[in-house]
């Protein structure tokens, strides 16, 4: 009798230390994060195909598919998953970009979530991380996360990469930080990172100024910079659901003006040159987009080199021609830049000049 009632009570106390520990765990639980995971396809959600060695097709995976199958999101955050689309991001559109920024600044303006996380494609990955910057207000984080292999491979990176992109978007020294990408350990701010390699891993870099931070396994989050304190300058989202026309005209040897004249023919509201060098092109091109700024369409020297600044007034005569330089600016941001601004009324070389240094 003795042994058993020794058992009930140790039975007992068993019991009441595994409720306390697991109330515990639900209250801790509780003061989670709430992290929305958007997806919208590309090669983290991949699948191989048998067309050739490495072949996959994008967005085969959905959200929460891949939400479910990194090991550990749940003790990181509170998440919930939806699908915007299903697509390689090489067929990234205005459409997409729209339905993103307005969920995400839905779930901001009515505390729905803490952060965002975008499941992404890699090809066009910057330009997205770029353009959600410019349009979202408030200081809550955004974090555009991809990988470099399909979910089926070997060695498949994007688990990894999602767990390191919650981990960054669930953490409070993320805020004020403007949307970011989280790739291969590093977190890249959105004006600067670009992809520099076709098929490496470590692809995504930041040219003109380095990672704004590093995810570590072993030391957590480091930012190696503080959060900005000058307020981003955002941008309203066209009525019509639809980003002007902008064209990237890309400058090479024996330059001559037929691509302006194209760009031009079929609507373009603006024009950026991916110029060589310092964002000059031949006398062809250049006299070719003066006429093009004449006749009041926006026209932005870029270059097609991978980093380094266009300056005003060096190589070409921007004051003389009415053209407007990229500062630091890649050919493709430099164009969501130029949309958004002719969308928004701004359209004197002045006042775009304006916004495209705002930065510095």
């Known amino acids: 009798m003795a ?11 068993n019991a009441a230390a595994l409720a306390a520990e697991t109330g515990k765990d639900a209250g801790a639980a509780t003061h989670l994060p709430r992290i929305l995971v958007l997806a919208t396809g590309g090669t983290i959600a991949g699948q191989a195909e048998a067309r050739a060695t490495g072949a996959y097709k994008s967005g085969q995976i959905t959200g929460d598919q891949l939400v479910q199958s990194v090991p550990g999101l749940d003790k990181l955050a ?20 729209f339905a993103l920024a ?3 600044q839905q779930a901001f303006d009515s505390n729905e979530a803490d952060g965002v996380v975008v499941t992404h494609g890699t090809d066009t990955l910057e330009e997205t991380t770029f353009f959600l910057d410019n349009v979202l207000k408030g200081d809550k984080p955004v974090v555009i996360v991809g990988s470099m292999r399909p979910s089926t491979a070997v060695s498949a990176d ?3 990469n999602l767990y390191e992109a919650v981990q960054v978007a669930a953490d409070p020294r993320s805020r004020g930080r403007g949307v970011m990408a989280v790739l291969d350990d590093k977190i890249e701010g959105a004006r600067l990172v670009t992809k520099t390699n076709t098929t490496s891993m470590e692809t995504f870099d930041s040219p003109n100024g380095g990672p ?15 959060a900005a304190q000058l307020k981003r300058a955002t941008y309203e989202l066209p009525a019509n659901e639809t980003l002007p026309r902008v064209e990237i005209v890309y400058s090479h040897a024996n330059m001559d003006a037929i691509p302006i004249e194209d760009a031009i023919t079929h609507g373009a509201k603006g024009i950026v040159l991916a110029g060589v060098g310092d964002g000059n092109t031949s006398k062809q091109a250049l006299d ?22 266009v300056t005003r007034n060096v190589e070409v005569d921007d004051d003389k021609y009415g053209f407007v330089v990229s500062e630091d600016l890649s050919p493709q941001k430099a164009r969501i830049l130029a949309q958004l601004l002719i969308a928004n009324g701004v359209t004197t070389p002045a006042k775009l000049q304006q916004a495209f240094t705002a930065t510095w």
């Not at 042994?3 to 106390?13: M, P, S, T």
């Not at 704004?212 to 503080?226: C, S």
């Open 158 to 160: 994007g688990p990894g």
């Open 102 to 104: 307005r969920r995400i």
């Open 288 to 309: 070719a987009l003066e006429l093009a700024a004449k006749n009041g369409i926006v026209v932005v020297r870029s270059t097609r080199v991978r980093s380094g600044f």
């Open 212 to 226: 704004i931070g590093y995810v570590d396994t072993a030391g957590g989050i480091r930012f190696m910079t503080q």
């Open 3 to 13: 042994v058993i009632v020794l058992a009930l009570r140790a039975f007992v106390i």
């Open 78 to 97: 509170k998440l919930n998953a939806e699908q915007i689309s299903s697509i390689g991001s090489q067929d990234m559109n205005d459409k997409v970009w």
